[in-house]
């Protein structure tokens, strides 16, 4: 018994159960039928960007998401798929306060390299 390919068994078939579209090559003109163009339909790595997307929209780490998929540095999660990570809420791992208030202080106490990021405290 033949063994079909991964996409004509498995992936095809679900595909069309759940109404997504199956690629199908161009079938050439013949003297009964015409020329029926190629289609594309939704490829195993269309599903792969899938879920890395509703993984990253619904909050995942870029860090976990590029762990699961195997990505050769993590720089290159958020590269690809920076659009879809969620800017206003930081993340759902982002639990860090928001930062105090600044608290002026004279020019002269820092150091000329260092930013003052939140003030400093008499004591």
Do not use: C
Not at 86 to 110: M, T
């Amino acid at each position: 018994m033949a063994m079909g390919s991964f996409y004509d068994t498995i992936l095809k078939p679900a595909l069309v159960a759940v109404g997504l579209p199956v690629g199908a090559p161009e079938i050439l003109a013949i003297d009964t039928a015409p020329a029926v163009p190629a289609t594309r339909g939704v490829r195993l790595h269309d599903l792969r960007h899938t879920f890395a997307v509703m993984q990253l929209m619904s909050s995942t780490h870029y860090m976990q998401v590029s762990k699961w998929l195997e990505h050769s540095t993590f720089t290159f999660t958020p590269n690809t798929y920076g659009d879809w990570i969620p800017e206003e809420e930081g993340g759902a791992g982002n639990n860090l306060p928001e930062p105090p208030s600044a608290i002026p202080v004279a020019p002269q106490e820092i150091p000329s390299k260092v930013v003052p990021l939140f003030g400093r405290r008499s004591g």
